[in-house]
């Protein structure tokens, strides 16, 4: 039989290997464990082997693991994801195989509980521990939770045990999560009802289906979509909801046990190693019905999907740009394509490849308009920073100033917008000009503050701030440049020496726990002025916010990344979407800026999405791009630049695969960021026609070479930045 194995070997480097079955046999989507060389491995059935082999020859399969087999809708899933991506199928097989402890089987935990007749005389600590088994309810419990429960020694137990009045035994240790409750009804109001009536449709015909829902923050597209995954637990079937930031689940999993009684399985990084292997389990057996969770939720052995949401579905995060190259949003179409479920897209500013397969027809679309409630849309100006004359390390104009001071006089929140973590981009020395960059990378260095350190957002490298110039050695003449958000905090407190302000971004904050409690402290009304880099972006919802004010509008504007546009267009909508939220109470968004004529500014100004994508698809079309052509990125990266950029030129000059499909080849050109971690990196960039075959023709093109062992070739599919 052929087993996937988690490692790339095997026949044309796919890992699928040819094994005799064990005693007892196995069948396809098995776990099984499997020696390979002097290791023994995981694996999955993988069907019928080669049979190119001699049987006697072949090695038998060690065991057949206690788990679920995997089933054939997630093989194919995992099969074509790998053939899309051009990812050997053992790397996707792993991401598939992320729970801890598989190889060891079940795991079991022991417990107690009353067994025979509890005898009248018995010592106080027997009694108590006797009263407190009887007010769990007749429940197994372990050891640690009787002791603690009964105030006594574990010998108390045992000479319980002994006597025969408890009973000992294994349990397993995943336990099942608790039922979530469906019926409760919730009035859908205005456009929401027939949108959620259409979801729940989608979900009720039970096939696959993919439909855009497009509303502005606050209209009600997390209370539509629950009525699908309400409609999908009521079927019996399984729901998935993918959300692109542990900081947005807070907020969400209160919803959710607010709706349903209970609370989802979550999957994502900060979940621990015991309740990972738990999930993973009961998704598998049924005892998950519902799971929220980061990207890599989309691997999980569902036994019966019915529904995936991907919620913010523009979101950057989605595509995981490390290891296996994949977008999660994409990658959920070709879920529910596979397993038959419904998939509904959600966000506030959709992404241009979604808003295109709304109009060749490919995805249903369904749109909210009014905020829910009395709250609407802010009002949107542009400040022209040509106008105004800013003292030197001050950022923010007379014009947003005096409106932050006007709320924090009316008790209300201002937000000030500034997507540069750090306190100063630049550091450098005022005697030679001499700007510190990271030793190993082709980036400067950014100045943390609150750290005490300049760190390279690269590859996270760190040095203290240099006293003396690390290039001309004259003493005391290092300079910050330029404001990242920890320098606007001092701007603030400064400024407005009475408010309370917080910072929200990503590095501040030690675990996922403290920048949920910092959000919901803020949210409360526990901060006057909040300052945030883009994780403010992301659907929390401050109901006394009613400013925001962006520092720098035209950040996302530089840079020749072929989405510049359409992420500042989304940003900038999102983050003003923060604005004025709560009921009655009218936000104002005011972007500085130096070019308020710019299309993209005056697009976001305007409100009219549907022409600025107009736009932007009519460009696109025209220059052929994504998501009217298609593009491979190709990097090549090595210690050695000359070796980097020879081995692109040969991939450049040997394109006859690629020409046959008549694709082009650019480069080899240095990559935006050419060094990486003391490695080179070069860039090459495939441009075919939408329909063209680009990955039979990728893999035939790479395939003419040999690899020398010191240099890395990572494809990625459909890139969405160019570094
Ligand atoms: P979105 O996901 O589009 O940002 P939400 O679903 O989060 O919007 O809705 C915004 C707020 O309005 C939430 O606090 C939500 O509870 C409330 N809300 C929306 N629709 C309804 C409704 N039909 N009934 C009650 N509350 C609603
Ligand atoms: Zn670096």
């Not at 023994?40 to 788990?67: I, M, S």
């Not at 099969?79 to 801890?100: G, H, I």
């Not at 769990?136 to 020694?153: K, Y």
């Not at 003391?678 to 090459?684: D, E, I």
């Amino acid at each position: 039989m052929g087993v996937l194995t988690t490692e790339p070997l095997g026949r044309s480097g796919l890992g699928v290997l040819d094994y005799r079955a064990p005693e007892g046999g196995c069948g396809d989507g098995d776990f099984v464990e499997v020696p390979l060389g002097p290791r023994r491995v995981l694996g999955v059935v993988w069907g019928p082997g080669e049979g190119r082999f001699d049987r006697a020859k072949l090695r038998p399969v060690t065991r057949v693991l206690d788990a679920r087999p995997m089933r054939a809708e997630l093989r194919a899933f995992l099969t074509r994801a790998a053939d899309y991506t051009l990812t050997p199928l053992p790397a996707m097989l792993r991401l598939a195989t992320r729970s801890p402890g598989l190889m060891e089987g079940a795991a079991t935990r022991r417990v107690y509980r009353l067994a025979g007749a509890v005898p009248n005389q018995l010592t106080d600590a027997r009694f108590r521990v006797v009263e407190a088994l009887r007010a769990f309810g007749g429940a197994a419990v372990t050891l640690a939770e009787l002791t603690e429960a009964a105030g006594c020694g574990a010998s108390v137990v045992k000479g319980l045990v002994k006597l025969g009045v408890l009973a000992e035994e294994d349990a397993p240790k995943d336990t099942p999560f608790p039922l979530l409750d469906p019926s409760g009804l919730r009035s859908l109001q205005g456009d929401q009802i027939a949108a959620g009536d259409a979801l729940v449709a989608a979900v009720v015909q039970g096939g696959y289906s993919c439909t855009l829902l497009k509303g502005v923050t606050g209209s009600g597209k997390t209370e539509v979509y629950l009525e699908a995954v309400a409609e999908c637990l009521r079927m019996g079937r399984q729901a998935l909801v993918l959300l692109p930031e542990i900081a947005l689940t807070a907020d969400f999993l209160a919803r959710v046990q607010d709706r349903f009684g209970a609370r989802p399985a979550e999957w994502h990084s900060g979940v621990t190693m015991t309740e990972r292997r738990r999930v993973w389990r009961m998704v598998a057996e049924g005892g998950a019905s519902f799971v929220v969770g980061a990207r890599s939720a989309l691997f999980l052995p569902f036994q019966d999907l019915g529904l995936i949401v991907v919620d913010e579905e523009h979101d950057t995060s989605y595509k995981q740009d490390e290891g296996v190259l994949y977008n999660a949003r994409d990658m959920a179409v070709l879920r529910g394509a596979i397993c038959g479920a419904a998939v509904v897209l959600a966000s506030a500013t959709p992404s241009l490849e979604s808003w295109a397969n709304v109009e060749s027809g490919k995805y249903a679309r369904l749109d909210l308009g009014a905020r829910f409630g009395a709250a609407e849309m802010p009002e949107m100006r542009s400040i022209d920073m040509r106008a105004e004359q800013l003292p030197a390390n001050q950022w923010i104009s007379q014009k947003l100033a005096a409106e932050v001071m006007a709320r924090v006089e009316k008790g209300e929140q201002a937000l000030l917008f500034l997507n540069r973590r750090g306190y100063a981009p630049v550091t450098l020395c005022r005697a030679c000009g001499q700007q510190v960059g990271c030793d190993d990378c082709d980036a400067r260095m950014v100045e943390h503050r609150f750290l005490k350190r300049l760190v390279c957002h690269q590859c996270g490298a760190t040095k203290p701030v240099p006293v003396a110039c690390p290039s001309c050695g004259v003493e005391g003449r290092m300079a910050a440049v330029g404001p990242g958000v920890e320098r606007l905090a001092e701007e603030v407190s400064a400024r407005f020496p009475q408010a309370r302000v917080a910072v929200l971004s990503s590095d501040l904050f030690g675990s996922a726990r403290a920048l949920k409690e910092q959000i919901a402290t803020i949210a409360d009304g526990g901060a006057d002025i909040i300052i945030g880099t883009q994780i403010v972006a992301k659907g929390h919802n401050f109901p006394h916010l009613t400013l925001v004010g962006v520092i720098d509008a035209d950040l996302g504007l530089q840079g020749s990344d072929l989405r510049a546009a359409e992420r500042t267009f989304q940003l900038m909508r999102q983050v003003a979407g923060r604005a004025g939220r709560a009921e009655g109470k009218k936000g104002v968004a005011l972007l500085q800026t130096h070019q308020p004529d710019h299309p993209v500014i005056r697009a976001i100004l305007g409100g009219d999405e549907e022409a600025f994508w107009s736009a932007e698809a009519a460009e696109r079309r025209a220059a052929g791009v994504p998501p009217y052509g298609r593009m491979a990125g190709i990097v090549i990266s090595s210690p050695d630049v000359a070796q980097a950029f020879d081995f692109g030129a040969e991939l450049a000059r040997r394109d006859g695969p690629l020409r046959r499909i008549g694709a082009q080849v650019y480069g080899p050109a240095p990559a935006p960021i050419s060094r990486v971690r003391g490695r080179h990196r070069v860039r090459l960039l495939v441009k075919a026609e939408k329909s063209a075959p680009l990955q039979a023709a990728l893999a035939e093109w790479v395939a003419q070479f040999k690899l020398p062992s010191n240099l890395r070739l990572a494809i990625d599919i459909d890139p969405q930045s160019f570094l």
